[in-house]
């Protein structure tokens, strides 16, 4: 039986989208070719790019609005460094609110002043900062929705007149947002949609073509955007299987219906990480993630046996990043309500054996 996989990423996919991407693998769309053997510049691939480009479009509902998605290489650690590629004229504003703000913060300050209106970084990022001030003349203001590591989520985004710039590697597609505050949303595949390899960039065409300096082709957005997301090879299996994970999730109910579980999910979880004497939340209660849960035990003497427990009940990837400890829950979109009750009992029959 598959396991309950609560991997941060590479993360749980559908299981009707990798019997799917198994089958591609062996004969895509019964050409009795595979997926990964045939030219991206075949008809059957220029599809599979169209529709995962349109799909991204379609459930942020993006469509006709002056936006492109474009699926690049080089992961959201690359997006750090072409943001401020492409948009860093002289000043830009960082929201840091963990490891990967962290990251960008660093890949933007080759290319101009950095801005950090606010930090958590002196409390392990265990909250978000709010009630910052973003100045008027900065390029863009850059911050993460979702905190992978630390176990936090911007709930509420801050009105600004700059472009706004967002990384949503590790919550793409898991909440209702007004997508279009949104000047450039890029999201690391491999935490939410589909395998690691191809990163979804949705720009709005506007906010580009305004710094002076000369940009490599690979790592302009403008290149990608006139090669219709194909200037070289692009990663066409990583490609293929997030474009099955969206039409998963658009036949579903799209975003609007996941919502609806992943609240459900985190509720589930969230309420007996507080209710358990053996349990304690890591960060602010009001910015919890609803992706990545993260907790310890109160009592760490109990750890070989919680760990002995859930690896027993069939749990995968239940240990936090290396750098926080504790525990991480990731619950993504394709992680079933089910997995977390299962966890929820692992947790309550430690309790009963222990108090
Ligand atoms: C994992 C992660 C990244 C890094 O993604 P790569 O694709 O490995 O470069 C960036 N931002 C966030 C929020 C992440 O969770």
């Known amino acids: 039986m598959k396991k309950h996989n609560f991997s941060a990423g590479p993360c749980i996919l559908p299981q009707e989208v990798l019997q799917k991407a198994s089958d591609a693998i062996l004969n895509f769309n019964n050409d009795d070719l595979s997926l990964i053997e045939i030219s991206h510049r075949s008809k059957s691939f220029v599809a599979v790019m169209d529709k995962a480009r349109s799909l991204a479009l379609e459930l942020l509902g993006l469509e006709n609005k002056g936006y492109k998605a474009l699926f690049l290489h080089g992961g959201a650690s ?67 929705s979702n905190n992978t590591v630390a176990g936090t989520q911007i709930k509420e ?38 395998p690691a390899g191809t990163t979804l960039v949705v720009v709005k065409e506007e906010i580009l073509g305004k710094v002076e300096r000369h940009i490599p082709s690979m ?13 070289n090879t692009p990663a066409v299996f990583p490609v293929y299987v997030s474009m099955l994970t969206m039409q998963w999730l658009k036949d579903l109910g799209g975003i609007q219906f996941i919502e609806e579980v992943n609240t459900k999910k985190a509720a589930l979880l969230y309420d007996e990480i507080d209710r358990n004497p053996l349990f304690k939340g890591i960060v602010a209660k009001e910015d919890r993630s609803t992706m990545n849960a993260t907790f310890n035990l109160t009592d760490d003497s109990l750890k070989k046996t919680f760990d002995k427990m859930w ?45």
């Open 311 to 355: 690896t027993a009940a069939g749990i995968n990837g239940l240990n936090g990043h290396r750098s926080v400890g504790g525990y991480r829950a990731s619950m993504y979109n394709a992680l079933p309500l089910y997995s977390v009750q299962v966890l929820v009992d692992v947790m309550q029959t430690l309790e009963k054996s222990h108090l």
């Open 219 to 231: 790592l302009s957005y403008q290149t990608h955007i006139e090669k219709d997301s194909m200037f």
């Open 78 to 144: 690359l997006e750090f460094l072409m943001v401020a590629y492409n948009l860093l004229h002289k000043k830009a504003a960082y929201l840091n609110t963990g490891t990967w703000s962290d990251k960008a913060i660093k890949e933007a300050k080759a290319f101009g002043e950095v801005i950090e209106v606010g930090s958590s970084k002196d409390k392990g990022y265990a909250y978000i900062p709010k009630g910052f001030t973003i100045p008027a003349d900065a390029d863009y203001f850059h911050c993460t």
């Open 157 to 194: 985004f801050p009105k600004t007149d700059v472009p706004l710039i967002c990384d949503m590697s590790s919550d793409i597609f898991s909440r209702q947002l007004d997508f279009e505050k949104f000047d450039l949303i890029y999201a690391g595949a491999q935490k939410n949609m589909g």
